[in-house]
């Protein structure tokens, strides 16, 4: 087990090395292949007795995006032209950062500037995507990266399904939780419930820190695989290797047993057909779903697994019983003060310590804390990144057209996963999309400039 944070730290080094050759490419190594690992990397430092080590590697991705963002700012080649999206990121983390110095909420200060870097970093991460230089970045080179990290997390999810044990319990991720979170074993597996359904049935989530997680990261993997099929013309071509990672990410949103992420790979899936004009595939979904509909309707009560099914789509097993109150009450919540209860009221961190306020959900997480204009803020920037996206498929080519494609389907991929959990929380996903959605806007003012 040793060798996650061996891996960890080996492309944090490789990135830095990339950064001082003038290389900045080298930040998309890290957060592939780095940020997938992060908690394994750190329940293994944990196990093995280097404990003290944690804070230095937990702090490796914050640094990564600083220092990036500052050779950025400093190798501007150009006069910085602010678009309508920029001032919507500018302001979320202005906006909030002030939540954190005024005396808002029952946290501390120390308490609140963590919440704020857990609730506002994406700003940082979208602004490094904006001034980077995009003509040194390999758009193919970024989305084969996700490719061979779908790869390797399927093959180490067969590892798991053959042996019928999660990758957690030999990597210390309960000791790690209940040392640093003071959250106690839970579940039949000895981790958290998080990793079994209602029956028991078992959810893998490979390396990454859980079946959530690991089933928002085949998301990622399945628009960035969309993206590198499809040519100008709407014309897919598969290569043997990208035919492997199409079966790694049908492999990985089947075991993970994500009920949102599963309907966002379909909706993915149906998005991209309609994008492309691919009426055959259209037809193809159609009929799926109308065989996935008799299926359960005749063998619901003999399948624990269409039972689940069921049970989702009803809102009648525990799980989703218990998003309904979580948003209620975090709909209440806001409800009763509008402006906000300041942060770090809602999510991870008064999660651990029992006092959360509308968990479970992205837009509640971020209204709870900081009110409607917070929410506000970030519904916008989410739907004037989809506006833009699918403005580019229709009228640009090549490399914008195929981020533009990424960008829009994964948006909407994850749409659904914002409603269930505290996405932002995946460092992965965030600090990927984010980023690739800076360079998508700061593609779009390349363009501007030349129509100028």
Request: proline residues 2%; aromatic residues 16%; positive net charge.
């Amino acid at each position: 087990m040793f060798v996650f944070p061996i891996l960890y730290i080996s492309f944090f080094i490789a990135t830095l090395r990339s950064l001082a050759a003038d290389k900045v490419k080298g930040i998309m190594l890290f957060v592939v292949f780095a940020l997938p690992i992060y908690t394994t990397t750190l329940s293994v430092t944990h196990l093995y007795g280097f404990t003290a080590w944690i804070p230095y590697l937990q702090s490796f991705k914050e640094i990564t995006i600083v220092l990036f963002l500052g050779y950025c700012i400093l190798n501007i080649q150009q006069k910085f032209k602010w678009q309508w999206m920029d001032k919507i990121m500018a302001g979320f983390a202005i906006y909030a950062f002030l939540y954190a110095l005024l005396p808002i909420g029952s946290y501390g200060l120390t308490q609140k500037l963590l919440a704020f870097k857990s609730i506002s970093f994406f700003p940082f991460i979208y602004f490094t995507g904006r001034l980077i230089h995009f003509r040194k970045i390999n758009l193919n080179e970024i989305f084969s990266f996700i490719g061979l990290l779908t790869i390797g997390a399927a093959l180490v999810l067969a590892y798991e399904l053959v042996t019928y044990t999660h990758l957690q319990t030999h990597t210390g991720y309960a000791l790690y939780n209940q040392h640093f979170y003071n959250q106690d074993p839970s579940g039949n597996y000895g981790l958290t419930w998080t990793f079994e359904i209602e029956n028991g049935m078992k959810r893998f989530a490979s390396f990454f820190s859980t079946p959530l997680e690991f089933s928002a990261a085949t998301l990622v993997a399945t628009a960035a695989l969309a993206a590198l099929i499809t040519n100008n013309n709407n014309q897919i071509r598969f290569t043997p290797f990208t035919q492997v990672v199409l079966i790694g990410t049908v492999a990985s949103i089947v075991f993970a047993l994500s009920r949102a992420s599963f309907a966002s790979y379909g909706i993915i899936v149906y998005v991209y057909a309609w994008v492309t004009n691919k009426k055959q595939l259209i037809k193809i979904i159609h009929w799926g779903m109308i065989g996935v509909i008799a299926l359960i309707t005749l063998f619901a009560i003999q399948n624990d697994l269409i039972e689940f099914v069921i049970n989702t789509i009803t809102f009648s097993n525990a799980s989703s019983v218990g998003h309904i109150i979580e948003w209620v009450n975090g709909i209440e919540a806001i409800g009763r003060q509008p402006l906000g209860m300041g942060l770090g009221e809602s999510g991870r961190l008064s999660a651990f310590e029992g006092v959360n306020t509308g968990g479970e959900n992205q837009f509640i997480i971020i209204g709870v804390q900081l009110g409607l204009v917070g929410l506000g803020l970030y519904l916008a920037a989410y739907i004037l990144t989809i506006k833009y996206a699918i403005k580019t498929i229709k009228t640009q080519t090549g490399k914008i057209r195929r981020l533009a494609m990424f960008v829009l389907l994964i948006k909407i991929g994850l749409f659904i996963p914002l409603f269930t959990a505290e996405v932002e929380s995946y460092i992965y996903i965030s600090y990927t999309t984010w980023f690739l959605t800076g360079l998508l806007f700061n593609m779009k003012a390349q363009v501007l400039n030349k129509i100028n």
